[in-house]
């Protein structure tokens, strides 16, 4: 949740460049480049049915959209893509999705 006037301040979700995919992210750090804090909360229930709607990237035309908008995620964004999200441990890995801990190197 958002108040009104921290989503008109940051200029809400951008569908110009972000049609599908990715607008909830950039619209997150683009509160937290004005200085704002995305919070967690396990008590909130809440549902995302993601693609459930737009289907399958089964096409020229949406894998080409889906290019596009990672290329511009990785122009506009690039300083936290470089650094890494500020919250997730550096203990973990990034080389997998299963948040498993870092080989350490020898």
Do not use: W
């Not at 921290?6 to 619209?27: C, K, M, P, Q, R």
């Not at 894998?63 to 936290?80: A, P, W």
Request: charged share 25%.
């Amino acid at each position: 949740m958002v108040k009104k006037s921290l989503y008109e301040t940051v200029g809400g979700l951008n569908e110009t460049d972000l049609a599908i995919a990715f607008n909830d992210v950039d619209f997150c750090l683009r509160l937290r480049e004005a200085g704002y804090l995305n919070v967690y909360t396990p008590y909130c229930e809440a549902y995302h049915h993601e693609s459930i709607s737009r289907g399958h990237e089964n096409t020229v035309e949406k894998q080409k959209r889906f290019q596009n908008e990672v290329h511009f995620m990785q122009k506009r964004h690039k300083t936290i893509l470089a650094d890494g999200d500020p919250y997730y441990n550096p203990n973990l890995t990034l080389d997998r999705e299963d948040f498993s801990l870092k080989v350490p190197s020898t």
